[in-house]
T-cell receptor
Framework: AQKITQTQPGMFVQEKEAVTLDCTYD???????LFWYKQPSSGEMIFLIYQGSYDEQNATEGRYSLNFQKARKSANLVISASQLGDSAMYFC??????????FGPGTSLSVIP | GAVVSQHPSWVICKSGTSVKIECRSL??????MFWYRQFPKQSLMLMAT?????????EQGVEKDKFLINHASLTLSTLTVTSAHPEDSSFYIC???????????FGPGTRLTVT
């Protein structure tokens, strides 16, 4: 069965430091996609980054990068130079078919000034 | 980028009544829309996938007679919570997919409180 695991319920990081949010997944599909979303307290879901299972290079989007280790089934999100506005819930998600995306339990990130 | 709106942003209703939530794709046509439910401090749970012009596909454990989904046009999907109960109080979020694009665009969510 497909599953997403985020083992860090909460994380703290000092402003301007880098932080890594962990995500592991389980799927028997050969073709799949991995997403990271940010959800601030307002509730909106903000797309951060996407990695396709056949992409050879790790995805990067500005301060966000995805450390994709396919053999380990891990897709960790790295946020560089943390900002106060990065404080939010972060969800890792696995696309298991065109019509279905499942979300991990989330990690609450708090950036300390 | 693509914009998805939801209306209302919040609603309070009495137990036993029905409430309708609208999800619109504002600047693109969405053949597929998704409805999620999120309880406080929990993750998003997919309720159903809504395809234009056809019946919605519900996830296991979601009562299709209680959560009615209608995707009547390429820009509008509606979720009706029928005979609402306090345990239906939750944050309901829709999303839509741009054809040919991997990304789902999320609406701002609707907070439902059933008293």
């Amino acid at each position: 069965a497909q599953k997403i695991t985020q083992t860090q319920p909460g994380m703290f990081v000092q402003e301007k430091e880098a932080v890594t949010l962990d995500c592991t997944y389980d799927t028997s599909d050969q073709s799949y996609g991995l997403f990271w979303y940010k959800q601030p307290s307002s509730g909106e879901m903000i797309f951060l980054i996407y990695q396709g299972s056949y992409d050879e290079q790790n995805a990067t989007e500005g301060r966000y990068s995805l450390n994709f280790q396919k053999a380990r089934k891990s897709a960790n999100l790295v946020i560089s130079a943390s900002q106060l506005g990065d404080s939010a819930m972060y969800f890792c998600a696995l696309e298991i078919s065109y019509d279905k995306v499942i979300f991990g339990p989330g990690t609450s990130l708090s950036v300390i000034p | 980028g693509a914009v998805v709106s939801q209306h209302p942003s919040w609603v309070i209703c009495k137990s036993g009544t029905s409430v309708k939530i609208e999800c619109r794709s504002l600047d693109f046509q969405a053949t597929t829309m998704f409805w999620y439910r999120q309880f406080p401090k929990q993750s998003l749970m997919l309720m159903a996938t809504s395809n234009e012009g056809s019946k919605a596909t519900y996830e296991q454990g979601v009562e299709k007679d209680k959560f009615l989904i209608n995707h009547a046009s390429l820009t509008l999907s509606t979720l009706t919570v029928t005979s609402a109960h306090p345990e239906d109080s939750s944050f309901y979020i829709c999303s839509a997919r741009v054809p040919g694009n991997y990304e789902q665009y999320f609406g701002p969510g609707t907070r439902l409180t059933v008293t």
